[in-house]
């Protein structure tokens, strides 16, 4: 995964900086939560290793779920959860019971630290086994090693404690917001628009900063004769 749009330093930098083990970045579609990551993991390279998984709905059972968590480690690790995919080969696998100790195990090993783990699109996520499980990875996640999950409404997972003892990073749609300058340069530099900063910030205003909203208006945007004219008459609902 890398980001192909806008550059989000301030975005990113908190991500980076981050000494919570568990992020969570929820928001609804079209907020960003996905470039956000590809940003975040294009500023992770060659500082720790990175695996990225991208979620969908056939993956909602839990043999397959941890089939790709396991291969999206491999990937970043290739000597780690060697256990882990020899145990996912056995059909009557219970990756509660043979997954995710012996992962927990590989991850705790001080050669496989630092590690950043990407959950991308979490919500397509049903199975309760699976939110167990990922709980008690949760629960149990070795120093040096951190969880991302990006998702479109808060998981079954036990944020409450993870709260309560400083664990948990939440970003949430008002974190992914555009600021001005971020609109700004969007349109400057995706859809060569020269907007003059009084409309570049009701632009942002009238959209409250829903990067989707902006990516919209900047199409929009491209083939108006006038764009403070445009925006002027934007009304973040169009």
């Known amino acids: 995964l890398t980001s192909r749009c806008l550059r989000r330093p301030e975005l990113v930098d908190r991500l980076v ?19 956000a990551l590809g940003a975040w993991l294009d500023a992770e390279q060659g500082r720790r ?11 909602d059972t839990e043999p397959v779920f941890w089939t790709y968590v396991v291969a999206a480690l491999r990937r970043a690790c290739p000597e780690l959860a060697a256990g882990a ?4 080969r056995s059909p009557d696998v219970d990756p509660m019971r043979d997954v995710v100790p012996s992962l927990l195990n590989g991850l705790a090993e001080a050669d496989h630290a630092p590690l950043l783990l990407v959950l991308d699109d979490y919500h397509v996520i049903s199975d309760e086994g699976i939110h167990h499980s990922i709980g008690y990875l949760v629960d149990h996640l070795p120093p040096g090693v951190q969880l991302a999950i990006a998702t479109r409404t808060d998981p079954r997972l036990p944020l409450g404690r993870l709260r309560a003892s400083g664990r948990l990073l939440e970003l949430r749609a008002s974190d992914l917001a555009f600021s001005a300058w971020e609109t700004g340069e969007l349109l400057r530099h995706r859809f060569a628009v020269d907007a003059d900063d009084v409309s570049v910030e009701l632009l942002r205003r009238r959209s409250e900063g829903w ?7 900047g ?12 925006i002027s008459r934007f009304a973040g609902d169009d």
């Open 17 to 35: 900086d981050a000494d919570e083990q568990v992020i969570l970045i929820t928001a609804p579609a079209g907020w960003g939560k996905t470039s």
């Open 49 to 59: 290793s990175t695996a990225y998984l991208w979620l969908e709905k056939g993956d």
């Open 85 to 88: 995919e020899d145990a996912l």
């Open 211 to 217: 990067p989707a909203a902006v990516h919209l208006a």
């Open 219 to 230: 199409v929009s945007l491209m083939r108006a004769a006038d764009a403070t004219a445009f």
